[in-house]
């Protein structure tokens, strides 16, 4: 799993000073809105998001202080200087979603988005989101996964290793299913969700 991780890592670095420019189009035409989406949804004041990457979710921050974690140096050192030119307030850290460094029970609310397709070993680190998030609060997840239209997962499967091998990420993976198997209370696929795209709160 570390080797595997470092792979990954090693990747995103590399991709960090160009990241936004090569998601741009896609940011304008979907996943700026999801991302207003899901964070209108986060509730309390004690907030973690993990897999920040550059800090796309930045503009979408509510009025308070957010800590927030990336296991790549690279994209912190992105997110640093956008937070910067922005006067956004946030904790930034160099953190593994797969073992996080914070008490069991802590945050509010936890969100990540668009990160669990680059996670070596996704089950772990959704249990950490959950070991971190005190009773009763949420996990907020705005995750891309394997389409249940037939012929698109076909095509998604046969991409898979050449995405993995590119960028890091896996676009076939099932995600909701894995998260109903950590144990949380309530886990609920929200109704803004597509067959490719899930906005996912689970309840701990």
Partial sequence: MTN???????????????FDR???????????????KIWQKVSGDIILEVGVGTGKNFPY????????????????????????????????????????????????SVI???????VPGPKQGLVELKRVCKPGGEVLLLEHVLSTNKFAAAIMHLLNPITVRLVGANINRETVKTVQSCGFA????????SHIVKLIRAVK
């Fill in 61 to 108: 921050y509510p009025a308070k202080s957010i800590t927030a974690i990336d296991f790549s140096p690279a994209m912190i050192r992105e997110a640093k200087k956008k937070s910067h030119q922005s006067g956004v307030v946030v904790d930034l850290s160099i953190m593994d979603v797969q073992q996080l460094d914070f008490p069991d029970n802590h945050f509010d």
């Fill in 112 to 118: 990540g988005t668009f990160l669990f397709c680059s």
């Fill in 186 to 193: 309530k886990v609920e696929v929200l109704p803004e969700s």
């Fill in 4 to 18: 595997e991780t470092d792979i990954i890592r090693k990747r995103y670095d590399r991709l960090a000073p160009y």
């Fill in 22 to 36: 090569i998601e741009s189009m896609m940011e304008k035409m979907m996943m700026g809105e999801l991302r207003d």
